[in-house]
């Protein structure tokens, strides 16, 4: 069977805002008038060409909310880790607004799926792993009003200043009392009264919690994004815990220069 090509398309960046130190907010229209459309979870590619010429490509997720096909000129927005002398890091820092780049897709099935019947879903992400659940927020409030669902989302992070998106999750929690916001710090916890002290902080890595939300396979759906290591060892304590490997959703992020 003949390989079908991928079609690439401009992106133009109209807009940076930096989450982290190392960790930028990106937001692009499809500068060649077509609509996006994609399924939160899901992720685009970025072509680019490392300095010999050599083509090469990074994935990122879409952290864009929203519940309906995005319509010509709306935003398509990524989160992007800054690595020193990274050739996609070189890319990005260079680029205007205005300046455009190549993209594909949207690719990807880390996705909620429309037949889901489960009670609760876990949601367990490491750094820039948290971007699909970003753009996931809309379908849970849908799960949570029209059938119960309960929702907790580990997330872990080095620092408070690294607690990507980690406003916006808050203030999700407080508007809908299905979903559990559980930040976990593995080098520095907030200072007391700041705006991410609060009870559900926990000091160490996510896998090390796991166990206290009480993993069920008969009710519980679970999804895991970011660092690989973090990724294996909470799909051997799922799978431990009962859950069968359907029930584990899961998707790697490897840093590449």
Do not use: W
């Not at 059938?147 to 203030?171: K, N, S």
């Amino acid at each position: 069977m003949p390989v079908l090509a991928i079609v690439q398309f401009p992106l133009k960046l109209v807009g940076r805002r930096m989450l982290a130190p190392s960790v930028a907010h990106l937001t692009f229209t499809r500068d060649d008038g077509q609509p996006l459309d994609f399924v939160p979870g899901q992720f685009i590619q970025v072509h680019f060409q490392y300095a010999d010429g050599t083509a090469t490509k990074r994935s990122y997720s879409l952290a864009t909310i929203h519940d309906h096909a995005l319509a010509p000129g709306d935003a398509v927005e990524i989160a992007v880790s800054y690595v020193p002398g990274g050739a996609a890091t070189a890319l990005f820092e260079g680029l205007d607004e205005g300046g455009t780049v190549q993209a594909s897709g949207p690719f990807g099935r880390f996705c909620l799926m429309p037949a889901d019947v489960n009670r609760r879903y876990l949601l367990i992400g490491t750094g820039t792993g948290v971007t699909p659940y970003r753009s996931m927020l809309p379908l849970l409030a849908q799960a949570i009003a029209t059938r119960g669902a309960e929702v907790v989302l580990l997330f872990g992070a080095r620092t408070p200043a690294e607690l990507l998106y980690g406003d916006e999750f808050r203030a999700f929690a407080e508007a809908h009392p299905g979903f559990r916001f559980v930040p976990c710090f593995s080098r520095e916890l907030p200072a007391p009264g700041s705006a991410h002290a609060h009870a559900d902080v926990r000091h160490g890595y996510v896998q090390q919690f796991l166990a206290e939300f009480a993993p069920d396979p008969a009710g519980d759906v679970a999804y895991l994004c970011g660092n690989p290591n973090m990724v294996d060892a909470c799909f051997e304590a799922l799978k431990e815990a009962g859950l069968a490997v359907p029930q584990i959703r899961r998707e790697k992020y490897v840093s590449s220069k």
